[in-house]
């Protein structure tokens, strides 16, 4: 029963509304968060700075990791009139493609369970409002929905591309053939040759499964289709090589493709079945509706416009076997893999009952675990010790943050039990209404009051920085190094670790290191600056061969200290340390040097 007309419109209000709520809910109202958001928005803001929307780059140095259509979306939201006062903290526009890719996805799940809906399904239109939510709410869309990387945005286009293509296939005469092929590009221009990888995956699981390889062929059109997409994605990328050359080839496909996917890159060594409990926690707490959907053999050939649930169970096993066998784990990786999920999620509470009575029983039980978790969290909120927040054990039981998720957890779970007899579509919904509850009443408070603890310090040392900065002294910031700093204090920052070899490499980069925007001088320089601004973690400051520098030290931000230090100490003391066989190594190639 395909919902038409004005229900169609006031279901995807509703889903558009939700969606609000879930990912543009206080969006701005943190700062961006360290390690990699900073980088993405920090390179967003300084195509707008510069003028130069072609390299992405920051604090000086070209960034390779990605490719542009994340910094251009984030370009964007700089580039509006006013942003620094409706943005203060310069977060909103580095998130909001991410919340706006998520959303557009739930209305494309929605939109698309409800123009092809089950034939059993007495209820699309709520049908599709729950299969929006399951993707909406699951983990970890809830968290990479409010950060600045392209992992959403990556998710969302292959999401719409893979919806497009078997849209197609469903339906050839309502749905064009090239638009699949277009969304694609746009994925490939947000992460890389991967989007391709996957789509061909999933799409050779498809008919290897449905053993038809002749019908999707002629729908789908795939060498016209991988010419529409070759000629969006590919002219950036001639581009880029033709002005960066060999280091845009050697950093792009050579460290963060060909190397990710080869070997273990910056210690993200996991085992080969990591990403079975990554699948596990991203449904919670709906894990056993997707298990018994995934166990459920679909018919070898349903027709066209009832192979969905197929087409979800290839798409997540793609990106199941794909990430597997990659060397580089890490769980944003899964991120893909979730609007599957989501309608996978959503197959579950139709068809037969059997094993979904166990699933159902598993997740009302699973529901309640989590909230006795929290419920519990006394007990094991105490044994959290973050060195960057000393007191956030503290701060989060006097909170009662985390006794609210218990509630909105205990709730689901007894709406589960009461509404037993009501209908899954019922006992779903209301599940996810009391997971929306908690999202907004428990989560997005969780994460501002870990904003308040981890990123406030930073950004209050930046704004010092500013203010007591001599002219041309150089920034920098030694032992625990934070992006952010970079991106609040929009001046090149140099960072450096905790070791000997870092205090000798600081001193060094201060009179040879040579970026956009900056360049070292020697002291022996007419106008060089006689000292530098250090901000330094409590922990590197009392190691030997910084606790001897005799800085004057202009305030404290949370951990850190704020030091101005004269780099003729600096300097006495890295000759010593060389003296005792302690090189610098700042020249040597580090692909992830910021």
Known sequence: MEVRGRQRQWVLALVLFLGVLVCLWRLGATGVTDE??????????GMVDSGDWLTPRVNGLPRYDKPPLIYWLMALGYALPGSSLWDPLGSWAARSPSALSSIVMMLALADTLLRWPRRDDQRPAWTAVAGALSFALSPLVLVWSRTAVSDALLCALLGLSLLFQWRRFADPQQSRWWTAWVLLGLAVLAKGPVAIVLSGLTLILFCGLRRDFQTPWRRLRPLPGLLITALISLPWYVAELL??????????????????????VNDHLQPWW???????????????????????????????????????????MAVLLLFTSAATKLPSYWLPATPAAALLITAAIHGRQGGRTIAWAATALLTLVLAAGFWGSSLWIPLINDPEMPTLSADLLASGFVLRAGAWFSLAGLLCC????????????????????????????????????????VRDAAVQMGLQRQSGEPL????????????????????????????????????HERRRGWQGRPLSDDGAS??????????????????????????????????????????????????EGVDPDWRDPRPERF
Not at 427 to 446: E, G
């Open 36 to 45: 990699t958001p900073p980088l993405f928005a920090a390179a967003g803001r």
């Open 243 to 264: 002005v960066e050359g060999q280091p845009f080839w050697d950093s792009f496909f050579g460290y963060h493709n060909l190397q990710r996917f080869t070997s273990v």
């Open 530 to 579: 006689e000292t530098v601004l250090v901000l330094i973690d409590g922990g590197t400051a009392l190691q030997d061969h910084w606790s001897r520098l005799e800085p004057q030290i202009l305030g404290e931000f949370g951990i850190y200290q704020l030091w101005r230090l004269d780099r003729r100490r600096l300097e006495a003391r890295a000759g010593d340390l060389r003296s």
């Open 418 to 457: 009461l509404l037993w007899r009501r209908g899954a579509l019922i006992r779903l919904l209301t599940m996810q209404a009391s997971l929306l509850l908690f999202h907004l009443n428990a989560l997005v408070p969780i994460a501002e009051l870990g904003d308040q603890l981890r990123q406030m310090p």
């Open 274 to 316: 990591f990403f079975g409990p990554v699948m596990l926690i991203a449904a919670l707490p709906f894990t056993p509706l997707l298990l018994v959907s995934i166990a459920e053999q679909p018919r070898l050939r349903p027709e066209p416009d009832q192979s969905l649930q197929q087409f979800a169970w290839c798409w997540l």
């Open 476 to 511: 920098a910031m030694v032992g625990a190094m934070k992006p952010s700093l970079h991106f609040h204090t929009r001046e090149v920052v140099v960072y450096e670790g905790r070791s000997e070899g870092a205090l000798v490499n600081l001193s060094d980069r201060l009179a």
